[in-house]
């Protein structure tokens, strides 16, 4: 019986990698993921079988590595950032409970949030809210319910998926609905590309934020009431100088 990897490979690919999720990509000689990420790592390991299924498949996905591990072989499910944040290792576990003798472990990885924290400067310092704005699982009324309570609650806000195609102008909604509790003025930043080529951040009011196109390769930070601007840095102040 093979053992089950579920191995988040941070933002970026390889650099931001952790040895941990490295040392259990190498120990696999089968690699299942989203075709996307798989085209990430497929020239890094040329000797590794890869198995991959479209967006809207994942449950298939699972069920695949799941029938490659009982055939004995080790198995790496892999997702960007972390596998538990918006990743695969929720559905790994669901799908895992019909394959009861199959070992599976969580390897985590770097997420959107931490790594695009880094690159704005230190957005995350004090209590914050994650929020995807995708409405392909979650109902677009539970979504603003969350980006109107994490407002009000003044959360620093950070947004995963908040644009595609289809969706265009949901970041500018939950623009209007943040503005309805927090200043215009309040300090956002978006990075698009963490750790990948073409790596690039913008740091811009909540007014600005609201009519600024992004795309799905982008993470969103939303500023809490103290949250400034420092040399060109977003910095939320953990609070120290008041204490
Ligand atoms: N499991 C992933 C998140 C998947 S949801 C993680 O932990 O990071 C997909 C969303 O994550 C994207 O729409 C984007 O908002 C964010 N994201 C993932 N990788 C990113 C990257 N390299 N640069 C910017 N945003 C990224």
Redesign the pocket.
Known sequence: MGKIYVV?LG??ADMQMTMEAKAAVKQCGIIVGYTVYVDLVKEEYPDKVFLTTPMTQEVKRCQMAFEEAQKGQDVAMI?????G???MAGLMLEVGKEYPEIEVEIVP?I??AN??AAVLGAPLMHDFAVI?LSDLLTPWEKIEKRVKAAAMADFVICL???SSRKRKDYLKKACEMMLEYKSGDTVCGT??????DGEESQIMTLSRLKDTEVD????VFIGNEQTIEINGKMVTPRGYRNV
């Open positions: 988040g933002p970026g997702c960007s950032g972390d596998a944040i918006y990743g990885g997420t959107a790594g695009g995807s995963y998926n908040p990075v698009r590309n963490i750790g990948r799905m390769f982008t993470t």
